[in-house]
């Protein structure tokens, strides 16, 4: 759990001796300070004089930082949930998965490290999920609204520090929203023009599809054609020879009713012949 220096300074026992504005005011407070060492003995502090040597963070430690500032946890968190959301909903698209994944990682030891409300933590998490949800199941905007809500509260709530750098302010949660709403809304139209879209594949795709005799059709009798790739009995009110191209005018189970290529006829009317 993180603390501010008030609350560390306050605790019971304390958790530090004492806070100072700057590294002067440091200094001054801690010159003739007694401190117990560890092994039990004391010592005065004599800071007159004192060198400052600043110490810079290396890279690893920068990039630490970086990744453990709340906005930029959230945004991997946000990041990491649609990541994998559009992985499962789309198999095999690899990429989003994996930055999904690393993304989720990172986002948890940031969380680790902040101090973190759990209840807003899992507003937040609902909220995506609800949002998730609205991709799935298309409730024409009710899950993405209380999505949206969850999310607010949860943002809000995030961070249990009265810090202000540490706050998200409402401009970076109203970007947030935005951006989710704009990807929930893409998918979801994704999802729905193919949901509405006409079958193209199986046997009701093959209806209009051209193909090429392998084995002559006699009237009334049948032969094979391959179209697609694939190998179907098939039908002809006139005979066909080898190698001539003809086109899927009927379906009936695995047999196909075909057409000479250069026929007028259309699969309409040779529905409507056999009726």
Do not use: C
């Amino acid at each position: 759990e993180s603390f501010t220096e008030v609350e560390a300074l306050n605790a019971v026992p304390p958790l530090i001796d004492l806070v100072a504005s700057d590294i002067n005011q440091l200094l001054e407070t801690l010159n003739q300070r007694t401190v117990t060492r560890w092994d039990g003995t004391t010592e005065i502090l004599n800071m007159d004089g004192a060198l400052v040597e600043h110490i810079d963070m290396n890279w690893r430690q920068r990039l630490l930082s970086a990744i453990a500032h709340p906005q930029i946890a959230v945004l991997l968190f946000s990041l990491g949930t649609l990541g994998l959301t559009i992985e499962l909903w789309s198999p095999g698209a690899i990429l989003p998965g994996i930055v999904g994944g690393l993304s989720l990682l990172l986002a948890f030891f940031a969380f680790q490290i902040l101090p973190v409300n759990y209840v807003g933590l899992l507003l937040v998490l609902f909220g995506l999920l609800l949002l998730v949800f609205e991709i799935i199941t298309t409730s024409f905007g009710a899950l993405a609204l209380g999505g949206a809500i969850s999310m607010v509260l949860g943002l809000v709530m995030l961070i249990d520090s009265p810090a202000p750098e540490l706050q998200l302010g409402w401009a970076f949660i109203l970007a947030i929203l935005g951006a989710l709403a704009t990807v929930v809304m893409l998918l979801t139209r994704l999802g729905l023009r193919a949901q509405f879209r006409s079958a193209v594949t199986g046997s009701a795709g093959m209806l209009g599809e051209f193909g090429e005799v392998i084995d002559a059709i006699a009237p009334g009798g049948s032969g094979r054609v391959t179209t697609h790739g694939e190998i179907w009995l098939a039908t002809a009110r006139q005979p066909i020879s080898v190698g001539e191209r003809v086109r899927v005018v009927k379906i009936d189970g695995m047999t196909l009713t075909v057409l000479p290529e250069a026929s007028p006829g259309h699969a309409e009317k040779e529905s409507s012949h056999d009726t």
